[in-house]
């Protein structure tokens, strides 16, 4: 069991700062998800954690003991890789075992572990085989395996489902969840995929640049993004972000103005008197007749995706996108009212930082 905590860790290599004094607390049990673009420095973060890297600046500490000076072998922490790192010349048995048969652990203390963990994963069937002869899913399972016999304070997860085709990631998604649920132990996982990150997590950790955006649930992170980047990295397809000004404002009414149209909105205005960034999901903006909405749109053209559509509009030339429910049809052209759900829009200012203050009604 383990709680782990970093304290202002930064990472340099040279000139770059791969890691800017992020700072967590991860508690015993918890499946905290470090999501964020290529190159925002997640891995690094694993890996300092796993102590395959050295911290630059900073503490981490495992069950409140400082961990920095402590070997990567030591810290009773296990990693699993997307390269899934398994010998090629060992069987399945072999490879879950060889950690263990160096650690000179007893040879049936060590069949009783290997055992448990191949019947939790479903790979039985396969200890005898070397990896070559074993599915990507089945090597990937047998990676973690691996881990699992270790019985580690905590898992550390590197983007390991991104080398498995898109079905499989889903089913490795639900098994995972379920290993969690059955071990209960900490895990901290990289990925740059958001599905993944928001149907694993308990926790969410977005990363940007080598810093911190916002921690929280993946809900939280849904419904009330800290920021323009969040708001536009959680959540597909992305939320629109409109670039408005408040053109009129009173105490329970205020006016954005959109390029030469305007939206009215009930409620107490943010608390801006600058240019806001409007944003709004796909899935609250409403296709409508003409005039009928808050504004008109042109209609680009449409996705089907079978239970819903995409429908790409311009609205004064700028972009929006509306998700319907069912197999609607627009034509590339055609004029259409959008219609925004007030009680789901988000204001953001200049600076992209969430702002606090409207209170809006539904309409
Ligand atoms: P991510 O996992 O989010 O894609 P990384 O943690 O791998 O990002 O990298 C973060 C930044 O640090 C990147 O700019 C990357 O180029 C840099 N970086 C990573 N490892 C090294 C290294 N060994 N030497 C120099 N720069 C590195």
């Known amino acids: 069991m383990a709680r782990l905590t970093l304290e202002c860790v930064s990472k340099r290599y040279g000139k770059i700062e791969a890691v800017r004094g992020v700072s967590l607390d991860v508690a015993d049990g918890e499946f905290v998800v470090l999501v964020g673009p ?105 990676a973690i395996g691996r881990a699992i016999v270790r019985d580690p304070k905590a898992f550390l997860f590197d ?63 849904y419904n009330h993004p800290a920021n323009v980047f969040v708001a536009g990295f959680i959540g597909s397809p992305r939320m629109n972000i409109l670039e408005t000004r408040i053109a009129a404002r009173s105490e329970s009414r205020f006016t954005l103005g959109l390029g030469e149209t305007a939206v009215v909105i009930d409620g107490q205005p943010p608390s801006s008197n600058e240019a806001i960034q409007l944003g709004v999901r796909p899935e609250h903006v409403r296709v409508v007749a003409p005039g009928a909405g808050d504004f008109n749109a042109s209609v680009e053209h449409c996705e089907h995706l079978g239970a819903h559509t995409l429908i790409h509009a311009t609205v004064n030339g700028r972009p929006i996108t509306a998700l319907q429910e069912g197999q609607a049809s627009a034509r590339r052209g055609e004029r259409v009212g959008l219609l925004l759900r007030r009680e789901a829009l988000h204001f953001f200012g200049a600076d992209g930082e969430a702002l606090t203050g409207w209170r809006g009604r539904t309409r």
């Open 159 to 221: 983007e390991p489902l991104s080398n498995l085709d898109a079905e499989l990631r889903v089913a490795m998604r639900k098994e995972l969840s379920a290993l969690h649920a059955e071990l209960g132990r900490t895990m901290i996982y990289v990925t740059h995929d958001q599905v993944e990150a928001m149907t694993l997590a308990s926790r969410i950790v977005v990363l940007q640049s080598g810093r911190i955006e916002q921690v929280g649930t993946p809900l939280e992170l």
């Open 38 to 142: 290529s190159g925002c420095g997640k891995s690094t973060l694993l890996r300092m954690i796993a102590g395959l890297e050295e911290i630059t600046t900073g503490e981490l500490r495992i069950d409140d003991v400082r961990a920095n000076e402590i070997g990567a072998a030591d810290r009773g922490l296990a990693m699993v890789f997307q390269s899934y790192a398994l010998y090629p010349h060992m069987t399945i048995y072999r490879n879950m075992a060889f950690g263990l048969e160096n650690a000179r652990m007893p040879r049936d203390e060590i069949a009783r572990r290997v055992e448990r963990a191949a019947r939790m994963l479903r790979l039985e069937a396969y200890l005898d085989r070397r990896p070559g002869a074993l599915s990507g899913g089945q090597r990937q399972r047998a």
